[in-house]
Structure formats: C-alpha cells, structure tokens
C-alpha cells in the first residue's frame, strides 16, 4: 500500500462507514481517488468492510491468547483448530511458538476445556494461555458494550446480520430489508454503536510480504502504567493490545513496514528498565480473522 492508501484504511478501520467525500476532504485528494482505492482492495479481497458484534454482548466474557507450539506438519493442526468457532483470530507464526491464536468462551470452565482438547490434538506439544484481563486497543476500541444480547429485539439483529455481511449497505437498502424507515433504521445503527454493541470498520487481510507485516509480541512487565502508555503513544502500528495473566502481562500485536520503529520503543523499554522480558513472533499467514458472530435471525 502508498501512503495514501494506508490512511485511508486507517479511517475506515475507525468507520467503516464514512462517507468517501468525507475521506477525501480529510486527506486532501478528490473523491475518485479514495472510491477507486477502496474498490481496488475490496473486489482484490485484500480489505473488507463489516460489522463485528462484541463478543460480550452474545454471552462471551473470557477472552484469552493461546501460544501453540506444533511437531510435524502445521496445517493438520489449523485445520483442526478452524473446527472451533470460537477461535476469531488463527495464524501462522515464526518464532518459538508455531501457531496463534485467539478465542472467545461463555467461562473459564470452558476456556479450560477447550485448552485441553486442542493439547489433544496430534501433532500438538503444548498450549500456553495468556487470558485478557482489559482490552485496551482493538478492532473494538477499548470499552466493553453497555448493553447485552438480551435487551436486542429481532430488529435489532436483522440490522447487525445485514451489516455483518456488507458493512457499506446503502441505509434505504437496510431499512428496506428491516422494514424500518430510513431515520428508524439510521437510530437504531447509531445505538448499537454508540452501545458498544457493533463496530462498523476495514479488516485488513495482511499480506505477508515485506512491506506488510504483522508482529505480535508480549511482555512482562515492571512497570505496568509507563509501559503501557509508551506503547500507546511510541507511533507503532497498533492493532492490538491487552493486559493479560498468564504467560504474559501485556499482549500486542502491530503492523509495521518498517522494523526501527519497533525496535527503537523496546530498546527505550529496557533501558529504563520498564519491563523484565519480551518475546516476539511474526504472523506469516493469517488462517482466520474474522468478529462476526452466529445470531440466529430468523
């Protein structure tokens, strides 16, 4: 991606739905420019625009990264791991782990379960689980959704089953298909946003090559409040980044075209002696990233 481009996903992940005219007067370019961009990545795959449902909101509080560690051939163990519908992120990894992955249970009961049955799996040497304690950044922002899956009516799930499936629907097409009118059906968006329920955005389907490059990495921390905001504010390409107990005390991930910046905020961390360990790993194929969620519409 140019750098035009690249800003342009950057406010799409933030709005999936902001208007190109809107995208265009920001940036400084013509309209066309950020339509023809757009539908270059859409139609290609490379970008999709959706609405992902908080897990909370459906009955999903435990949240945990899991560090697999494989013997032998990887793909019989992603292909058995994509049999977990929980499991909304799965990649590839080098590093001293071989895959990782991300999942979201109803408890603690079931994340056990679950851990054990992916040990379970031949192939598998071991499962080390790092659980989300706060979700600070994500495709979600920071915030867990003020209200639940109990207080949605049927409306309201037709509305974020559509927007699941194209997140740029046209509103007049979404209140037709919901039999709303369209200041009804535009409420009614606005309050699962604004809820914390559904978040409209650009997924971008990395590519893996040297230009585009995913890095995840945890911490272990002596400072949690100073590392924290150094992160937050260090200009890397943060997609992601949680407190966690377990294997680690922070869990990030980051895209970067460039190695310095990255390299430039860990020195800085262990020069002032903000952290004890670190450890990294380069996501080399992404299997599944997906934050859509079975909602059983009628």
Known sequence: MDDLTERIVALLR??????????????????????????????????????????????????????????????????????????????????????SAETWLEDTAALRAQVIAIRAIPGVVDVQVAIFDSILDSFFGGEPPSIDARSLDRIDRQILDALQRDGRIPLGELADRVRLSPSGCRLRV??????????????????????????GFGIKVLDDEETTSRIRESGVGLEFLARTT?????????????????????????????????????????????????????
Request: charged share 25%.
């Open 14 to 99: 933030h709005d999936g739905r902001m208007a190109f005219t809107k995208i265009a007067a920001q940036l400084g370019v013509g309209r066309e420019a950020v339509a023809d961009r757009v539908r270059t990545l859409t139609e290609s795959g490379r970008l999709r625009i959706v609405a992902g449902v908080h897990p909370h909101a459906v009955g999903l509080p435990v949240s945990a990264h899991l560090s697999i560690w494989v013997s032998g051939p990887i793909e019989p163990v992603v292909g058995e791991l994509l049999r977990f519908d929980s499991m909304c992120f799965i990649s590839e990894t080098t590093g001293s782990f071989q895959i």
């Open 190 to 215: 606005l309050k699962l946003i604004d809820s914390g329920v559904m978040k409209i955005g650009a997924i971008d389907q990395h590519t893996g090559s040297s230009e585009d490059l995913l890095l």
């Open 246 to 298: 377990g294997r680690f005390d922070l869990k990030a991930t980051i895209a970067f075209s460039s190695v310095d910046p990255f390299r430039t905020l860990m020195q800085q961390l262990r020069e002032e002696r903000l952290i004890a360990s670190s450890e990294t790993w380069l996501h080399t194929r992404i299997v599944r990233e997906r934050y859509e969620r079975d909602l059983s519409v009628e």
